[in-house]
């Protein structure tokens, strides 16, 4: 005999058994009962929340000779004719594949002759949005005034497609999503009838994967189980299946955000990658992640609202102290927009990774919302400064200045500093500013493009060479590395026939702080300057 999928064989045969949608279960229950039936409904709902299985068991219901408290008996022929897909009394269309005007009519055409056995003529239409506008026209009149002996069951994820004229017509039942606890249960209940042995923790999470959807949940657990066949289905089993990764890769995410540590970034990705891990479901994982860092962040007891054990919880505690809310908010747009993005794209790996890279660095993100992450950023680093005196004492910023690192006169005058240069040095650094665009453009690797790209150069006053000048930490990290450099170096020996060696700093300077000269030039400016070397 063949296999038959779990979620086939553990569809729901009464009210009792469906999970999760009480208020809709206990209503059809006393309308069986009391024998108060309406001749149309509509489920609404998204996939999985049991709105087929209930529209079969209303089904059997309506037809049972034994009805049990509201249930069907499931046992008289009118239930078993129903379960085994033999009666003429129970017709179920797709609305998807049998959407025009003539699938419609014959319907309207079929509901003119009584049932042959039973009470009812019942008609369950699944993604009913999908009927044309002709369709819904021809459907009006005998979905408004069907005869006393048929009941309509529509079905649809998408009710907001729905002409209003449908909606008025129907009693409208939302099936709500369920439960991750729910779901868990019902895993177990069905692991334990089958012989699947199955740890907790995976199941837990097999639930969360399911997003509220029991169908998609125990189809899950069917693939479990047949990877794992005859062995114990743990939680790092659960997270190999079904591609998914554990909480502490985001954690780790999360601090090289905060770190500005773009080769940690991407050596994440590569990892996640290379262990066959589903790009789409790794977004919406970290989404997820950086919601409970959200909640950490705002709300004191995270009892029922962050399913975590004790040791990733306080880590989420800890990680939720990196960022401002401002911060997070922003991460959690620009992931979902990138979970609608990368649908569609083939593209998946880069757009991952450069979208990092924005949240990494907010100064790349012209919208206000970049810019106010920029401004929180800036006040967050401030806070955790401390500004105190060789004793420990808080110092008075405003009364905080070194009168030997600043030039007074330049600062009272507004006007830069000038400093002398070699001739040839002095050529290199006027090239350089022309062409530092371009010349960042050109070098091969993206990561150390974008890392140069709020860079200067200014000249090495210890010997000869240039010093690449950046204010980002993360930025300074990545050029500093020798490859970045030589990467660099080698660029401007092919462009333009100049060997010129870098070295970098970090820096709050301004580019324009300091005006330089050729030694040649000093005789024709009559101002006070400074000479080097």
């Not at 939680?235 to 554990?246: F, K, M, R, S």
């Not at 809310?325 to 880069?350: A, C, P």
């Not at 949240?359 to 993100?365: R, S, V």
């Amino acid at each position: 005999m063949s296999y038959t999928a779990l979620y086939r064989k553990w569809r729901s045969q009464t009210f009792d058994e469906i999970k999760g949608q009480e208020p809709i279960t206990e209503s059809f229950k006393n309308q069986i009962k009391t024998g108060r039936i309406g001749h149309a409904y509509l489920f609404c709902g998204t996939r999985g929340t049991g709105k087929t299985s209930v529209a079969k068991i209303l089904a059997r219901a309506v037809n049972c000779q034994n009805p049990i408290n509201g249930n069907p008996c499931n046992e008289c022929s009118s239930c078993k004719s129903i379960l085994n897909d033999s009666s003429m009394n129970v017709v179920e269309m797709d609305a998807a594949s049998n959407n025009g005007v003539d699938d419609i009519r014959q319907i309207r055409d079929q509901v003119q002759y009584p049932p042959v056995d039973g009470k009812y003529k019942v008609y369950i239409i699944d993604e009913v949005h999908m009927l044309s506008q002709a369709a819904f026209n021809a459907f009006l009149k005998t979905l408004e005034e069907p005869p006393e002996y048929v009941i309509f069951i529509l079905a649809t994820t998408e009710p907001n497609k729905l002409p209003i004229t449908i909606l008025s017509r129907c009693q409208r039942y939302d099936f709500k999503r369920i439960s991750t606890d729910t779901i868990a249960s019902r895993l177990r209940e069905i692991s334990d009838s089958e012989g699947i042995n199955v740890e907790d923790e995976a199941l837990d999470y097999i639930a969360r994967v399911g997003d509220g959807s029991m169908r998609d949940a125990v189809s899950l657990l069917d693939q479990c189980s047949a990877f794992q066949f005859e062995h114990c289905i743990k939680y790092e089993d659960a997270l190999n299946i079904l591609g998914a990764v554990d909480t502490s890769v985001f954690s780790e995410v999360i601090e090289a955000l905060n770190m500005k540590d773009i080769k940690e970034l991407l050596n994440i990705i590569s990892t996640v990658i290379e262990h066959g891990r589903e790009i789409g479901q790794f977004i919406s994982d970290l989404i997820m992640y950086i919601r409970n860092l959200l909640l950490a962040k705002t709300v004191d007891n995270l009892q029922g609202l962050v399913d975590m054990s004790k040791e990733n919880l306080q880590k989420l505690k800890d990680d939720s102290k990196l960022f401002s809310t401002t911060e997070l908010l922003r991460y959690i747009r620009m992931l979902s927009d990138l979970s609608n993005q990368i649908r569609y794209s083939n593209q998946k790996r880069i757009l991952l990774e450069t979208t990092l890279m924005k949240l990494a660095f907010p100064e790349t993100d012209a919208t206000l919302e970049g810019l106010n992450a920029k401004l929180s950023e800036i006040k967050r680093e401030i806070s955790n400064f401390d500004f105190s005196d060789a004793t420990g004492n808080k110092l008075d910023l405003s009364k905080v200045v070194d009168t030997k690192t600043i030039n007074t006169k330049a600062v009272l005058s507004n006007k830069p500093n000038k400093v002398s240069l070699p001739k040839a040095q002095y050529d290199d650094l006027q090239l350089l500013k022309k062409e530092w665009r371009n010349i960042c453009i050109a070098v091969p690797s993206s990561v150390v493009s974008v890392a140069l790209r709020e860079t200067y150069v200014k000249p090495n006053k210890e010997r000869d060479g240039m010093i690449i000048v950046t204010k980002s930490k993360g930025g300074f990290k990545i050029i500093s590395e020798e490859e970045s450099k030589d990467m660099l170096c080698k660029v401007v020996e092919n462009r333009y026939n100049k060997l010129i060696k870098f070295s970098t700093e970090l820096s709050e300077e301004k580019e324009n702080s300091t005006v330089y000269v050729t030694t040649d030039d000093l005789e024709q400016i009559n101002i006070n300057i400074e000479t080097e070397g």
